[in-house]
């Protein structure tokens, strides 16, 4: 299989994203700098609304430290690249804000308990470790494709 160049592979999820929107009808534009907290700002003529994604890319076994999402109108698209060659699509998730709190519910405190807690942005925060989590795809499986969440 064909690797994207590890300081591509943000981008490279990013464009493919605002592609998908943009094919379904909706105004997407990348958005840029180091201290960011939106990957895309979206915009859907027919429900009037905008929308703030957060992109998460991969071509490894799984997402690290993924922080989250919060506030009204987010979206958090990860995308899988692992085992993808340059004429294949990636795979992508996606998951709104409630999406991400259920996530962190059972993967998180269902686990982990009083190890970690969940701050008011819906991040991840351990006790003595980096903030985030790691995401398998396996645990994020019902939302493949799942684009109907953003085209409500």
Request: aromatic share 12%; glycine share 6%; charged share 30%.
């Amino acid at each position: 299989m064909s690797a994207i160049q590890k300081q591509n592979l943000s981008l490279a999820g990013e464009y493919a994203v605002a592609s998908e929107l943009c094919r379904r009808g909706l105004y997407a534009q990348v958005t840029f700098g180091n201290m960011k907290r939106t990957d895309l700002l979206a915009y859907d003529s027919k429900a009037d609304r905008e929308l703030r994604i957060e992109v998460k890319s991969k071509q490894g076994r799984m997402w690290p430290f993924v922080k989250g999402i919060a506030g009204s109108n987010a979206f958090l698209i990860f995308l899988d690249f692992e085992k993808k060659s340059f004429k294949e699509r990636a795979d992508f998730y996606i998951l709104s804000v409630l999406d991400w709190k259920r996530y962190l519910n059972k993967y998180v405190i269902g686990r982990y308990g009083r190890e970690a807690h969940i701050n008011k942005d819906n991040c991840p925060i351990w006790k003595g470790a980096p903030a985030g989590i790691s995401v398998e795809p396996n645990e994020i499986s019902k939302h493949k494709e799942a684009w109907e969440k953003i085209s409500r």
